[in-house]
């Protein structure tokens, strides 16, 4: 394809890395839907142009058009619109308003992600049974084969989207290809179809159906699923290169599911759609279309992934998620990045609900409401942000949207009793994670009030004139240089160890990949310096090197840590997290035998 830096190989790498889930969402969606009507010519243009419109509306409007246009250092996802709106609004109810909206669609953001990846991947597997002799073939045994696919996806995580969009683009051409081929030669079959691209044939179907028509919509919000992910991995690559690769995909999206429709007309098979559509054309290509459509699935659960490392990535730098080890994986983007611990989190709940739910139909039924209750969201945070730039139109567009989106959330709410629930149940597990987060970080920063610096100072100077003092060097790891961790008066005032030479040692990541520079200010206080670091994402920092360099050869360093310690359970929860986040001291080259962690035993 060229090199990896053009613009045509980096659509080709978002079609591999931003719309594998969307593009693969015509293998489940049609059947979904079909369960609540009946086949008739009316229903089935209805079906059509609800689809082919809410593809328009939510993802072309939504999407690619008004969420795209705002963007933070070229990322995008919920906490972007919510950093945008912070700094229209004036601190107070609205605000506070807003955080916890943000709150929530970062939580069942992650319930989509556990359940996206399951849902593709089982509707793929399951076209094994279409296959002559395979028809009775156990549930089990497609059960296995799922959870072994996803496995394999999780363990290649490790290796960078950046490899994977390339390895993974390619493929994709193919998928998208055989889904605008498939769809014409089906369409060709039954070409009145074309008429359902009228948004009149969806009208009339809500009017005639009326409130029934809503347990339609909540099989209808399957076709953009990934949407938010689609947004959320707008740093991965770049804006460009989705807004052009979606002139690609919407027509072989629309394409598909009118030959989809084409093919129930003809047949009145509403079961595995796409895989029977595809057996009718030719039962010569069902296999190679089904190992296709597999490979094209893990894609659409990279998709996925790639947006959940996004989102959780930027609530670490926001201090709304806690700390957990992040490894870039490209010398290009500072967001092409893997986080450990949510890939295996994430793995764990995939399979659960691989095993629990068991097939793709149940599946569809629960699936839905954790995808519109993150649209709605997003379309309420675009609207303010429009609102308090002054952007009327774009504000007016945004403001409908909520109201499509909220229809689309009441509709899946009729879904809880068949396990909609679910979703629920998983986003709940981040959303106390969070919020406990949240609410333990400032009532620790309200008992352990920072130092300023000016007042640290005059103290300092005190204890040095006063106090012994050990040969050597100390170095204490600081945060912010202005505003002094806790644990430092309590090592040099209350403790009284206090060291010839003192280094307050800072480092800050820049937005570059590489690069290191260094500042050694000496002239702070008798025997106290200050070393700054600013150094690449991806440079690994030698610490005790780059000291060594100055001629600093140290004999201790210090760093603190909280122990919290409550008989309240939500204070309980969040010494829990406390205790497993990893210091970011253990992010860096230091001689273990020279590290002392300082305890601060804090009673909430």
């Known amino acids: 394809m060229g090199d990896p830096g053009t613009p045509l190989s980096k659509i080709v790498k978002s079609l591999g890395l931003v719309f594998g889930d969307i593009g693969t969402s015509p293998i489940y969606t049609m059947g979904a839907v079909m369960l609540f009507m009946i086949p008739s010519s009316f229903n089935i243009f209805g079906l059509l142009s609800l689809v082919t419109w809410t593809l328009l509306i939510v993802i072309s409007v939504q999407y690619i058009w008004l969420a795209m246009s705002l963007s933070d250092k070229g990322e995008g996802g919920t906490i972007v619109l919510k950093n945008i709106v912070d700094t229209l609004l004036q601190p107070g109810i609205a605000a506070s308003a807003v955080s916890v909206l943000t709150i929530i669609g970062i939580a069942l953001f992650i319930g989509d992600g556990v359940i996206t990846p399951a849902i593709s991947i089982l509707s793929a597997v399951e076209g094994i049974a279409l296959i002559p002799g395979f028809a009775g073939i156990p549930r089990f045994t497609l059960l296995l084969i799922a959870a072994v696919i996803a496995i394999g996806l999780f363990l290649f995580q490790k290796r960078g989207t950046d490899r994977i969009a390339w390895t993974f683009g390619p493929v994709m051409v193919v998928w998208f ?101 595809i057996n009718h054309i030719n039962p010569l290509l069902l296999v190679p279309f089904l190992i296709l459509s597999i490979c ?26 806690p700390k957990m080890k992040v490894e870039y994986t490209s010398p290009e983007l500072r967001s092409q990045i893997y986080i450990d611990a949510v890939n295996w989190m994430l793995l764990f709940g995939v399979l659960l609900v691989i095993f629990e739910f068991q097939s793709s139909e149940n ?39 909520i109201a499509l989106d909220a229809i689309f959330f009441i509709s899946t709410l009729f879904k809880i009793p068949h396990g909609a629930y679910w979703s629920f149940f998983i986003a709940t597990i981040p959303l106390i994670v969070i919020v406990t987060f949240i609410l333990g970080q400032d009532r620790l920063h309200a008992i352990l009030r920072p130092v300023p610096i000016e007042e640290f100072l005059p103290k300092y100077k005190e204890s ?27 090592v040099i005032f209350k403790n009284e160890i206090l060291y010839e030479n003192n280094i307050l040692v800072s480092i800050q990541i820049t937005e570059k990949p590489f690069g290191i520079t260094t500042d050694f200010d000496t002239a702070i206080a008798p025997g106290l310096h200050i070393f700054r670091v600013e150094c690449g994402y991806m440079e690994i920092v030698d610490v005790v090197k780059l000291l060594q360099e100055k001629g ?3 004999k201790t360093i210090f760093y603190g840590i909280e122990s919290v310690v ?18 970011f001291i253990q992010f860096y080259a230091l001689p273990p035998e020279k590290i002392h962690g300082v305890v601060t035993r804090v009673v909430m």
């Not at 991995?233 to 995909?249: N, S, T």
């Not at 894609?299 to 959780?312: C, N």
């Not at 040095?464 to 309590?490: C, E, M, W």
């Open 177 to 277: 290809a055989v889904l605008a081929l498939s769809g014409i030669i089906s369409i060709i079959a039954a070409p009145q179809v074309l008429f359902a691209l009228s948004p009149t044939y969806a009208i009339d179907f809500i009017i005639d159906n009326g409130w029934a028509s809503l347990m339609v919509m909540s099989a209808v919000i399957l076709c953009v699923t990934g949407g938010e992910a689609l947004y959320a991995d707008m740093g991965h690559l770049g804006r460009e290169p989705i807004v052009k690769g979606w002139a690609v995909v919407f027509p072989a999206l629309v394409l598909s599911y009118l030959g989809q429709g084409a093919y129930v007309m003809q047949t009145d098979n509403t079961h595995n759609v796409l895989f029977a559509m």
């Open 552 to 554: 600093i050869d140290e």
């Open 363 to 401: 599946l569809s039924a629960a699936y839905g409401l954790a995808v519109s209750g993150s649209m709605m969201i997003s379309a309420i945070l675009m609207t303010i942000i429009f609102f308090k730039r002054d952007q009327k139109i774009k504000m007016l567009i945004a403001g409908t949207l």
């Open 296 to 321: 094209a699935t893990v894609i659409a659960s990279q998709a996925m992934i790639s947006g959940m490392f996004s989102i959780m990535y930027q609530g670490m730098m926001k201090k709304i998620i």
């Open 566 to 583: 409550s008989d309240t359970l939500i204070w309980k929860i969040y010494g829990i997290i406390k205790k497993n986040t990893p210091p």
């Open 464 to 490: 040095y004139a006063n106090l012994h003092k050990i040969r050597g060097t100390a170095l204490y790891f600081v945060g912010d240089v202005h505003r002094l961790s806790p644990y430092l008066p309590q």
